[in-house]
């Protein structure tokens, strides 16, 4: 079973908006990263946004300005606004979250089922 949820992809015109949403469920001690990585046909998964345990953020050149990430610490929940959409930034976006969970304490690396971002011209 997945302990990832993820909702908020859709289709959406050049310069428009998308909110995504990642929720982690089951029971969590602590997180240490959470983040988006995305896949476009033909190419590699690339890295999009990451928020730390200490609020660091880091972003790709690509969404500089356009994206932000933000986490809701208290639902266990990462999201992403994506702003100024373009063509390119069209996708399957994928949730990643880094945790330590009960009983055994170690850390999980757990995905998303992966969510479709298209942006029409």
């Known amino acids: 079973q997945g302990r990832l949820v993820e909702s908020g992809g859709g289709l959406v015109q050049a310069g428009g908006s998308l909110r995504l949403s990642c929720a982690a469920s089951?029971?969590?001690?602590?997180?240490?990263?959470m983040g988006w990585y995305r896949q476009a046909p033909g190419k590699q998964r690339e890295l999009v946004a990451a928020?730390?345990?200490?609020?660091?953020?880091n972003y790709a050149d690509s969404v500089k300005g356009r994206f932000t990430i933000s986490r809701d610490n208290a639902r266990n929940t990462v999201y992403l606004q994506m702003n100024s959409l373009k063509p390119e930034d069209t996708a399957v976006y994928y949730c990643?979250?880094?945790?330590?969970?009960?009983?055994?304490?170690?850390?999980?690396?757990?995905w998303g089922q992966g969510t479709q971002v298209t942006v029409s011209s």
């Open positions: 990643n979250v880094q945790s330590v969970r009960p009983p055994d304490y170690r850390v999980y690396d757990d």
């Open positions: 089951g029971s969590i001690f602590s997180i240490y990263v």
């Open positions: 928020v730390t345990v200490g609020d660091n953020t």
